[in-house]
């Protein structure tokens, strides 16, 4: 293996120590070596924290001097909550840097790389792109798109069914699958349902984990503004991060009043067709420095969003039984034939014991 690339790949791995605990900056791992030893590691810190350039280079002091970098992502070169990691690396006398993918932030953008190269270092990027691409898909799709990365996450019995016909479902993933969707609820920066699965399951949608790690926003979209007192969620707004959005017309309400007491923010929008306009939802969330949306929803949410082809990534969790009946995850998504279906790319499987989660991302539109 090219020693290049094998350097990338311990950057990447380190990077992952930081995925879930430093949004809204891009988790990001930096590798120091010289004479082909690695003589320091880092990675994205909390925000407002070292980046993780500044922390390899903390760790290596001056044996950093002639040594190489490696980062997946091109090293910042603002001013920020923290000083330009070029800067830093300049300062340290690094000697080469290799960087993984450019930085498409209008505030990097190249620029960061220029930096570099003015100084006298030398600089090569393009290393294994198409994975740290993908390590960080939520942070790219905030830059590129102005929106958060969007995952539908949905748990179904083996006959692709969400609940028996009397509405149960839990449990139908195990323990080991459960544990999994926390994990995936603390590395998002929001979780989002609708009122109907407030009001059916009474979830708190909260991450539940030993050791470090973050509560994300909890978002329920509840234009009537219905939320439950008693419900688990109301119960627990003053201790978890809460949002709901509701119709502009009900944030003077008797009912708003309570809620904001209890602790919930209210965000107002206007209703279309009986609905909210999502990408308005996604826009907001973009302006909180949102970048990540773990969907915990019903049906009617979640075809919402697929017809307006604002999900990037599904996460199907599929649990050792078979219900039959009705309940089809997606009953009215109105697709008519074989042809006209949604096709998922890059599938990927992991096991949990005798479930296991299927993982794609939609190729293409709803045609019907």
Known sequence: MDKH???IQLAIRTAEKARGMCSPNPFVGAVIVKQDAVIATGYTQRYGSDHAEVQA?????EAARGA???????????????????SAIIKAGIRRVFIGITDPNPLVSGKGIKMLADAGIEVRSGFMEAEITRQLEYYLCYIQKNRPFVSLKTALSLDGKYAAEDGSSRWISNE?????????????DVILTGIKTIT???????????????QPLRVVLDPALQMPLESNFAASMSEYPSLLYCDSKLL?????????????????LP????HFDLLEVLHHLASLKLYSVLLETGSGIAESFLKAGLVDKCLFFYGAKIIGGSNSPLPNLGISNIASAIILRDIKIKRFNDNFMLSGYPGNTIST
Do not use: Q
């Open 5 to 7: 690339i094998s350097f």
């Open 57 to 61: 280079l903390s760790k290596a002091g």
């Open 68 to 86: 190489d970098m490696y980062v997946t992502l091109e090293p910042c070169s603002h001013y920020g909550k923290t000083p330009p990691c070029a």
């Open 176 to 188: 080991a699958s459960r544990l999994y969707t926390h994990r995936l609820r603390s590395e998002h």
């Open 200 to 214: 059916i399951d009474n979830p708190m949608l909260n991450v539940r984990l030993k050791g470090r790690h973050k």
């Open 252 to 268: 003077s309400s008797s009912r708003a009043v309570k809620l904001l007491e209890m602790g919930a923010s209210l965000h107002g």
């Open 271 to 274: 209703i279309i067709k009986g």
